[in-house]
């Protein structure tokens, strides 16, 4: 069974700062989509970027970009010039294109964008 | 506009009642998903329907918990015997179609709490 491990409970940084939130997965397969999605208070899970496996570039959105290394299993986020609006939980979600259609998500990382 | 609606918002029932939570996926949207977040963890899959039928229903915890997409819109979830372990923020997502390349719009959820 494919599981997603987010390390860090929570994180915190100033306004305007970068921030990178880690991500690992496990899985079999060969070709899967990766996402990131953000939770803010009022619990509507929005969806920020997401990455297809096959694809070597980088998913980039905006101020949010992602460090795909497929080999490591690894899926970063980075949020450039981070804004108070950010503030939210943030989690990484896997789903398999062939098999079973369902997101696996992490637990989360709590993010503070501090003034 | 609209996007996904869930009703109630909050729910508050007795150990050993009966609840339904309904799900309005956003018009057109042939894929819906039910996922259950419990306090500080990511959402976890309960079930999906394709159209009017039940496409997998794998995370359903036992057999207290039933759903149904009769006409292929609305989603009901029943909860019978509700314990007080089922409490936890019920999500419902919907999407075009399945496959991981459709992305999934998520309403805002429905916490249940059991006393």
């Known amino acids: 069974a494919q599981t997603v491990t987010q390390s860090q409970p929570e994180m915190s940084v100033q306004e305007a700062e970068t921030v990178t939130l880690s991500c690992t997965y496990d899985t079999s397969e060969s070709n899967y989509y990766l996402f990131w999605y953000k939770q803010p208070p009022s619990r509507q899970m929005i969806l920020v970027i997401r990455?297809?496996?096959?694809?070597?570039q980088n998913a980039t959105e905006n101020r949010f970009s992602v460090n795909f290394q497929k080999a490591a299993k690894s899926f970063s986020l980075k949020i450039s010039d981070s804004q108070l609006g950010d503030t939210a939980m943030y989690f990484c979600?896997?789903?398999?294109?062939?098999?079973?259609?369902?997101?696996?998500f992490g637990q989360g990382t709590r993010l503070t964008i501090n003034p | 506009g609209a996007g996904v609606s869930q009703t109630p918002s909050n729910k508050v029932t007795e150990k050993g009642k009966y609840v339904e939570l309904r799900c309005d996926p956003i018009s057109g949207h042939t894929a819906l998903y039910w996922y259950r977040q419990s306090l500080g963890q990511g959402p976890e899959f309960l079930i999906y329907?394709?159209?009017?039928?039940?496409?997998?229903d794998s995370g359903l915890p036992n057999d207290r918990f039933f759903a149904v997409r009769p006409e292929g819109s609305v989603s009901t979830l029943k909860i019978q015997r509700t314990e007080r372990g089922d409490s936890a923020v019920y999500l419902c997502?919907?999407?075009?179609?399945?496959?991981?390349?459709?992305?999934?719009?998520f309403g805002p959820g429905t916490r249940l709490t059991v006393l």
């Open positions: 329907f394709q159209g009017t039928g039940a496409a997998d």
């Open positions: 997502a919907s999407s075009l179609g399945v496959g991981a390349w459709n992305e999934q719009f």
């Open positions: 990455q297809e496996a096959y694809k070597q």
């Open positions: 979600a896997f789903m398999e294109i062939q098999g079973a259609q369902k997101l696996v």
